[in-house]
């Protein structure tokens, strides 16, 4: 019956509605490892995380290889903090980095930069774990201190990585790459460390939706299903 064959067509948008948001959830965790070994060689890296309604994170760094000499990588860097001023809180973007650099560091130097220092190793909160580089605003990789990157705001610096071998073979990052914020939502009460990837990996890059969509969704979906049975049950 024609009321049957819409109910299913229904049911079945939805059901494509709830596995795109699944997806869109398990954007930030496509991860992948490249090498810098021609200078000009470019990634950015891309953050998004939804902390709670009202309050969507966002952001992108964006590493370029400067040059390799000897034990020497020099890079510029570029990180934006995309969250937009719209979103409840503050959001400062306090520190950021990337998880396993190798050939191994023997110590990291930032130049040009007012706003982040460097550390060469450190653990961040949140389940990320410890990291191989980080740029904090704060004494540590967990960011701290009231200082870091705004929303909507950008900034770029250079920074030498020194191994304790020759990189002549060329400079691997690989996860996890994260960016923390502190300040976040209600109150600026919360702070979070999430990890992102690297775009132009397969599922980087897509709007991760908000918790309340998803629960929607999956709200009417639940409806449907139970309307379908009380009509087949009269």
């Known amino acids: 019956p024609a009321g049957t064959e819409r109910t299913m067509n229904i049911k079945r948008s939805l059901a494509t509605l709830l596995v795109a948001a699944a997806a869109g959830l398990g954007a930030g965790q496509s991860q992948a490892a490249f090498t810098f070994d021609s200078t000009g060689d470019s990634i950015t890296t891309l953050y ?3 902390y709670a309604p009202g309050t969507f994170l966002s952001a992108q760094v964006t590493y370029t290889l400067q040059s390799l000499s000897g034990n020497n990588a020099t890079f510029s860097v570029a990180i934006s903090n995309t969250t937009t001023a719209a979103q409840t809180g503050t959001n400062r973007l306090t520190s950021f980095g ?5 050939p191994d560091l023997s110590c990291t130097q930032i130049d040009n930069s007012s706003i982040f220092n460097v550390q060469d190793g450190g653990n961040v909160p949140s389940g990320v774990g410890w990291v191989d580089f980080c740029a904090t605003s704060g004494p540590n990789c967990s960011g701290g201190s009231s200082g870091g990157l705004g929303e909507a705001q950008s900034h770029a610096f250079n920074m030498t990585l020194s ?17 923390r914020y502190q ?12 990890e992102g990837c ?3 990996t397969p599922g980087c890059g897509g709007q991760i939706p908000e918790p309340g969509s998803l629960a929607l969704a999956s709200l009417a979906l639940l409806g449907l299903g139970v309307g379908t049975r009380r009509r087949r049950q009269s």
Do not use: H, L, R
Request: hydrophobic residues 40%.
């Open 183 to 194: 300040s976040v939502g209600s109150g600026d009460a919360g702070s979070i460390a999430t």
């Open 198 to 200: 690297i775009s132009g």
């Open 98 to 102: 990337v998880g396993v650099i190798t």
């Open 163 to 179: 191994f304790v071998s020759s990189v002549s073979g060329g400079v691997t990052f690989d996860e996890p790459f994260y960016v």
């Open 48 to 50: 998004e995380y939804a």
